[in-house]
């Protein structure tokens, strides 16, 4: 099962090679008295376009250009390099940073980031330089979600090479954090993934034994999943070929955070491997809100809005999706996962998965 140390070796060194590329072609234009400039495709509205074949949002054939001949693209591309230099530093002693450091880290070299959110927009600017995620070169946000479930993996990181750890071995779940994702997989009796919203769900799944009676490993995605999380539960479908069922609340949000693990975001258009297009959606449903009595609070403006854009984005037009988004528009009604509390704590896990499981792997 152990397939991916490889992978992870190549992939280290294509990254550190494109970096090193970056670097010597900017460093020909200074010898050729030019001056220097990066292309890269454009992130702008109107080169996103939903790709029907791979189910996901792809960038288009535009491109822009930033250059130091342009004063206006002085600052952004002297970010661009600094960063660059920074992550072939960290890829290249194989030690990580997440997103707030990086932008702390500028500051030690007077490149000073107005934000964050500059700094993390030059991040991307680089992926698509690159065609590398900010994950090849060793870069992370802060990480929430946990996975817990019968797999093993073995570590690959510095000072834990070859060190194994099973998943069920903290009641709380494992964190995934960057040493998780680049592990390997060495063994498991799983049959499937089970990948949810709530972490206090999340946590009866585990009380309940859910990853027994299910045969599944549990991931707690705290709400909206971080890339890495996403990109843990493609490795997982991909490489053990583990079917993925999301579990998330009856509303848009819940909705949103489904379709982005299957179908990616446009903001992560020019990336190819954090969708996971054969996840099934499992609920909460709108219907499954009469159909087991469940509490629930009425839509707010906010939703309503939400559901309405969601009828414009080809990433709803298909079932369940659309009908769901229409009971939700004819009842305005939505609940959380914990109302399943009202049936005892165990209801969810002894009642309502089971018939589920059933009805997706029909």
């Known amino acids: 099962m152990k397939k991916n ?32 400039s990066v292309e890269m495709p454009s992130r702008s509205t109107r080169n996103i376009h939903y790709d029907e074949t791979l189910k996901q949002y792809i960038l288009g054939d535009r491109s822009i250009k930033r250059s130091s001949r342009n004063i206006r693209h002085i600052r952004p591309f002297t970010q661009l390099i600094w960063i660059a230099r920074f992550v072939h530093e960290l890829s290249s002693i194989n030690k990580t940073s997440t997103l707030r450091d990086v932008f702390y880290s500028a500051q030690a070299f007077d490149i000073n980031f107005k934000d964050q959110q500059e700094s993390d927009n030059i991040i991307t600017d680089l992926e698509t330089v690159l065609g590398h995620s900010r994950e090849d070169f060793n870069v992370f946000p802060e990480e929430r979600s946990a996975i817990f479930g019968d797999l093993t993996i073995e570590y690959t990181v510095p000072g834990y090479e070859g060190n194994r750890l099973n998943l069920t ?15 390997d997989f060495v063994e498991t009796k799983a049959d499937k993934i089970i990948v949810i919203e709530k972490g206090a769900m ?15 490993i549990l991931i707690h995605t705290a709400g909206q999943p971080q890339r890495a999380t996403r990109h843990m539960i493609r490795r997982l479908n991909q490489e053990l070929n583990l079917p993925v069922f999301i579990f998330c609340d009856a509303d848009p949000w819940g909705m ?42 009425r839509l707010k403006d906010v939703d309503i809005k939400r559901l309405y854009d969601m009828k414009k984005d080809p990433r709803y037009k298909e079932e369940p999706w659309k009908s769901q988004i229409d009971d939700f528009l004819k009842h305005k009604n939505k609940c959380e996962l914990e109302a399943f509390s009202r049936y005892g704590l165990d209801y969810v896990v002894k009642s309502y998965l089971p018939k589920k499981l059933e009805e997706l792997e029909e």
């Open 202 to 216: 999340f946590t009866r799944f585990v009380e309940e034994k859910a990853h027994q009676k299910f045969n599944t």
């Open 256 to 297: 949103a955070i489904a379709v982005t693990i299957i179908c990616g975001s446009a903001n992560a258009a020019h990336l190819r491997d954090l969708a996971t297009p054969e996840a099934r959606w499992m609920g909460l449903y709108s219907t499954d809100i009469d159909l087991y009595k469940l509490p629930h609070e």
């Open 5 to 36: 140390k490889a992978s992870m070796k190549e992939k280290r060194k294509f990254t550190l090679q494109a970096l090193e590329s970056l670097g010597e072609k900017t460093y020909q234009q200074i010898e050729n008295i030019e001056f220097p």
């Open 169 to 183: 071995s903290h009641p709380d779940g494992v964190m995934i954090g960057p040493a998780l994702t680049r592990a």
